[in-house]
Protein backbone atom coordinates (compact mmCIF):
# COMPACT_ATOMS: atom_id res chain seq x y z
CA UNK A 1 0.00 0.00 0.00
CA UNK A 2 1.61 3.51 -1.26
CA UNK A 3 1.89 5.89 1.29
CA UNK A 4 0.13 9.13 1.04
CA UNK A 5 0.52 12.06 3.29
CA UNK A 6 -2.81 13.75 3.97
CA UNK A 7 -1.48 17.06 2.72
CA UNK A 8 -0.74 15.91 -0.43
CA UNK A 9 -2.40 16.60 -4.04
CA UNK A 10 -2.26 13.97 -6.64
CA UNK A 11 -4.31 14.40 -9.98
CA UNK A 12 -6.47 11.37 -10.47
CA UNK A 13 -5.18 10.40 -13.67
CA UNK A 14 -1.40 10.09 -11.94
CA UNK A 15 -0.72 6.45 -11.02
CA UNK A 16 0.74 6.22 -7.77
CA UNK A 17 2.87 2.62 -7.33
CA UNK A 18 1.69 1.17 -4.16
CA UNK A 19 5.31 0.65 -3.30
CA UNK A 20 6.04 4.52 -3.69
CA UNK A 21 6.04 7.53 -0.52
CA UNK A 22 4.24 10.39 -1.03
CA UNK A 23 5.40 13.36 1.40
CA UNK A 24 3.70 16.26 2.97
CA UNK A 25 2.37 19.18 0.22
CA UNK A 26 3.61 16.95 -2.50
CA UNK A 27 1.78 18.23 -5.61
CA UNK A 28 1.90 15.40 -8.38
CA UNK A 29 0.08 16.56 -11.60
CA UNK A 30 -2.07 14.82 -14.50
CA UNK A 31 -0.75 11.92 -16.33
CA UNK A 32 2.09 10.92 -14.02
CA UNK A 33 3.66 7.81 -13.65
CA UNK A 34 5.24 6.90 -10.16
CA UNK A 35 7.08 3.76 -9.51
CA UNK A 36 7.80 1.42 -6.93
CA UNK A 37 10.29 2.33 -4.09
CA UNK A 38 9.99 6.18 -4.91
CA UNK A 39 10.17 8.24 -2.23
CA UNK A 40 8.95 11.88 -2.33
CA UNK A 41 10.35 14.16 0.32
CA UNK A 42 8.40 17.21 1.41
CA UNK A 43 6.91 20.57 -0.93
CA UNK A 44 7.79 18.04 -3.93
CA UNK A 45 6.16 19.07 -7.26
CA UNK A 46 6.16 16.42 -10.35
CA UNK A 47 4.55 18.18 -13.42
CA UNK A 48 2.32 16.68 -15.95
CA UNK A 49 3.62 13.84 -18.76
CA UNK A 50 6.37 12.95 -15.76
CA UNK A 51 7.84 9.23 -15.18
CA UNK A 52 9.64 8.44 -12.60
CA UNK A 53 10.46 4.41 -12.27
CA UNK A 54 11.41 2.41 -10.06
CA UNK A 55 13.67 3.42 -6.50
CA UNK A 56 14.26 7.11 -7.09
CA UNK A 57 14.39 9.88 -3.87
CA UNK A 58 13.24 13.48 -5.02
CA UNK A 59 13.95 15.59 -1.74
CA UNK A 60 12.40 18.61 -0.27
CA UNK A 61 11.44 20.97 -2.88
CA UNK A 62 12.58 19.73 -5.99
CA UNK A 63 10.47 20.51 -8.88
CA UNK A 64 10.47 18.05 -11.93
CA UNK A 65 8.59 19.56 -14.96
CA UNK A 66 8.61 16.93 -17.61
CA UNK A 67 10.23 13.73 -19.27
CA UNK A 68 11.00 10.25 -18.08
CA UNK A 69 13.36 9.56 -15.21
CA UNK A 70 15.18 6.04 -15.05
CA UNK A 71 15.54 3.82 -12.20
CA UNK A 72 17.65 4.74 -8.93
CA UNK A 73 18.21 8.39 -9.34
CA UNK A 74 17.99 11.01 -6.76
CA UNK A 75 17.14 14.52 -7.14
CA UNK A 76 17.91 16.97 -3.93
CA UNK A 77 18.05 20.93 -3.82
CA UNK A 78 21.90 21.41 -4.22
CA UNK A 79 21.96 24.96 -6.57
CA UNK A 80 19.93 23.04 -9.45
CA UNK A 81 21.83 20.21 -10.17
CA UNK A 82 20.72 16.32 -9.67
CA UNK A 83 22.60 13.69 -8.56
CA UNK A 84 21.93 10.44 -11.01
CA UNK A 85 23.55 7.16 -10.35
CA UNK A 86 26.13 7.93 -12.73
CA UNK A 87 27.28 11.61 -10.59
CA UNK A 88 26.33 15.03 -10.57
CA UNK A 89 25.26 16.81 -13.48
CA UNK A 90 22.70 19.65 -14.53
CA UNK A 91 19.66 18.63 -15.69
CA UNK A 92 16.90 20.76 -17.25
CA UNK A 93 14.15 18.37 -15.70
CA UNK A 94 15.11 19.59 -12.27
CA UNK A 95 14.47 22.68 -10.67
CA UNK A 96 15.71 23.25 -6.94
CA UNK A 97 14.84 26.20 -4.73
CA UNK A 98 17.55 29.37 -4.51
CA UNK A 99 18.65 30.35 -1.26
CA UNK A 100 17.81 34.19 -1.66
CA UNK A 101 20.98 35.91 0.41
Given amino acids: MSRIHA ?15 VGPWCVI ?11 LARNVTIGSGTSLGKGNTVYGGVTIHTGRIGDNNCALCAGGRAFRKDGWAE ?6 PRVLE
Avoid: H, R
Fill in 7 to 21: TAVISPDAVVSEEAE
Fill in 29 to 39: ESNVMIGPNCS
Fill in 91 to 96: QSWVEA
